[in-house]
C-alpha cells in the first residue's frame, strides 16, 4: 500500500508530493503534468505572478534558482519549464492516469482509500490528497448557457480571426483573453463588465506573505478571523488583484479594436446575433466569451467521494483535511476556510507544509 497518493500534478498536487516524499513516505502521484496551465490556458499567456512564487517546502528548488535571471512577466511556457525543472529535481514521478473513483477502504480512518484508474488499475493509499485546482468550477451565467464558451475552453484564437467578438467579465483574464483574441486578428472585441473601469499598473502581491505566515504559525487562522477582518482583506484582494490589471496590457490594448463597456450588464440572451446592454447598447456577437471567473463547487470533482461541505466548498480541518480523515483538499476549493491566497501558487507551498505536518502525525506508526 501507498503511503499517498497524490491526485493532481498542478502546483499543488507537485508540491504536496514533494513535501510528502521528504518525509520519507512513498507517494504515488497521478495525472498530466501542469495539464491545466497546458491546456485550459492560451500559450501567449503571461503569469501574474512574480519568480518568488514557487513550490519548494524547503526554498531551495525555486523559481529564482531555475532562473536567475527571472522575466518579467513569466511566460507561460517558462513556467512551464520550471514545473517540469522542479518535479524532474525533486524527484517527482507522475503517472498519467485518470483517477475515476476515490473510496475508503473501510470505516476505521486508519485504513486508507482505493482509487479506481480509468486503465482499471486500483491504488490503496493510507492518505489521498487532491489537488483538482478550478477546472471543474467555471461560471457561466444563467442566460449563457449554450451560447458561447467560457474561458478555460477557448485557449486557441486562430478561428476568431475576422469575427467580432464579445467577452462578458472584466478582470484580467477578460482583458488578457481580449488582447489575445485582437492580435488573432478579430474585427472588433468588446468587453463587457459590471464593476468598474480597472486600472492598469505594477501590482505587488506582497500583502499575501504576513498572511501566508500567520496560516502557518496559527492553527485555523483565516477561519478564526472576525468576518470584519476577512473582509477587509478579500477587499485588499480585490482592489490589487482584481481591479488593477497586469501594465503591459494596456499598450497591447490600445493598438487594438477592443472597445470597453464598464459598470453595465448583458440585460438578455443574444437574438439575431445582438446582445442588448443594461445601457441600451446594442452589441454584435459572432462570439461570446465567458470570462466570468470560478466558484467552488466540490460536488463537480467526478471522483472525490462525497465529503462534507459548505456553499460548494468542503469543510476543511487547519489541515487541509476533509470529513474523510486522510483525504486532503488543497486549492482553490479550500479558499473559504483558509483565504484567497490558496486559489493562487502562493498557497502551494503552506498548504503542502500544512497537510506534510499532518501526515507526519497521521502515518506515524
Ligand atoms: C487564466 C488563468 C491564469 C492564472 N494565472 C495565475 C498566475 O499568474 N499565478 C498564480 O499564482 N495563479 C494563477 N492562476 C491560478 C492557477 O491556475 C491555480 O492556482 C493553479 O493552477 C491551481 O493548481 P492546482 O494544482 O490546484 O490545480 P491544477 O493546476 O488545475 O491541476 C489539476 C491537476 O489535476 C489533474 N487531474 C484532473 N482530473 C484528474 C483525474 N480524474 N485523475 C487524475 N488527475 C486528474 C490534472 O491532470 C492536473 O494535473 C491562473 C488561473 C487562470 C484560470
Known sequence: MTDVLVIGAGPYGLAAAHAARRLGLSVEVLGRPMSFWREHMPAGMFLRSGPDWHLDVAAELTFEAFDPVSPDPIPIARYLEYADWFAAKAGIAVRDEVVVTVAPAGDAASRGFVATLASGAVISARAVIAAPGIAHFGVIPEWGAGVGAHTVDLVGFDELAGARVVIVGGRQSAYEWAALIGEAGAERVDVVHRHPEPRFDRVSWAFVEPHIERTLAVPGWWRRLPAAGR???????????????????????????????????????????????????????????????????????????????????????????????????????????????????????????????????????
Open 231 to 365: 473582509e477587509a482583506i478579500g477587499q485588499q484582494f480585490w482592489d490589487v488583484g482584481r481591479l488593477t490589471l497586469e501594465y503591459w496590457l494596456a499598450p497591447r490594448l490600445a493598438r487594438l479594436p477592443v472597445h470597453r463597456h464598464a459598470g453595465v450588464e448583458v440585460v438578455a440572451p443574444p437574438a439575431g446575433g445582438e446582445l442588448e446592454l443594461s445601457d441600451g447598447t446594442r452589441l454584435h456577437a459572432d462570439r461570446i466569451v465567458f470570462a466570468c471567473g470560478y466558484r467552488a463547487d466540490i460536488a463537480r470533482v467526478p471522483y472525490l467521494p462525497p465529503v462534507a461541505s459548505t456553499g460548494g466548498f468542503p469543510d476543511l480541518d487547519a489541515s487541509f483535511g476533509t470529513s474523510l480523515p486522510g483525504l486532503y483538499i488543497p486549492g482553490f476549493a479550500a479558499t473559504r476556510d483558509f483565504g484567497p491566497f490558496f486559489g493562487f501558487v502562493r498557497g502551494a507551498v503552506p498548504a503542502a507544509a500544512l497537510i506534510a505536518r499532518d501526515l507526519e502525525v497521521r502515518l506515524a506508526t
